[in-house]
């Protein structure tokens, strides 16, 4: 039936603005109403500000962005043009303050730090073999 159903707004009609999203206004990426719902639904407070998720999806998005940089930038280096968790470990560790945020996160398939050991020269060989056996 013509005539039913939603009202798009039309270019030419005075007071006819599409609407906004949230994220849009923020200028933001991530969602932020699906971040307030999320905040409303928690119970971590008894009342939750339209602010309070404007800044979490700020932060949330200003964190995924410097760990997705830090990583391109490590799968750069290896030659790969695909992020691999291997990627994100070597961003997070090698930067002093997300490390010290992640520092109790496990990521899964990301491997250790390599951790080179000085070479060792010829006037500092280990124990001795003449001490401890038998005479």
Known sequence: MPGHGKKHPVAGKPGATPKKSKSAKAGLRFPVGCVYRLLKRGNY?????P???????????????EILELAGNAARENKKARILPRHIQLAVRNDDELNKLFSCVTIAQGGVMPNL?????VGDAGPSQNQGGSQ
Do not use: C, Q, W
């Open 45 to 49: 407070a008894d009342r939750v500000g």
């Open 51 to 65: 602010g309070a998720a404007i800044y979490l999806a700020a932060v949330l998005e200003y964190l995924s962005a």
């Open 117 to 121: 050991l000085p070479k060792r020269t």
